[in-house]
């Protein structure tokens, strides 16, 4: 008898089982190591999950930002900008003789 070893990322482990389960998380989750839960712990802002993937991917285009459990970077509205690896909207607040760039 061997002695338990982590469950790796992309995958979930059910308490006493001696196999590895692959993940099958929603887009906006992820399975990290020693996941238990097949549908995985939801992305962390500034990053994007696809579902079923063991490790998220930052939300890296600037104009695009990336709330906590999303699958996609959302595109930054008029008025504010986003730079790259935003995790939410920041307000423009351009005082007078200036403009918002469009990002």
Do not use: K
Not at 12 to 18: E, L, N, T
């Amino acid at each position: 008898v061997g002695l338990p070893s982590e469950c790796p990322a992309g995958s979930y482990c059910q308490a006493g089982s001696s196999f590895a389960f692959p993940c099958t998380a929603q887009p906006g989750r992820h399975c990290p190591e020693q996941s238990s839960d097949a549908a995985g712990e939801p992305c962390a802002a500034g990053f994007r999950c696809a579902g079923a993937t063991a490790t998220p991917q930052p939300c890296a285009t600037a104009g695009a930002y990336c709330p906590g459990g999303t699958s996609e970077a959302l595109a930054c509205s008029e008025g504010h900008y986003c730079e790259a690896g935003a995790s939410a909207l920041t307000p423009c607040e351009a005082p007078p003789g200036n403009h918002c760039p469009e990002q």
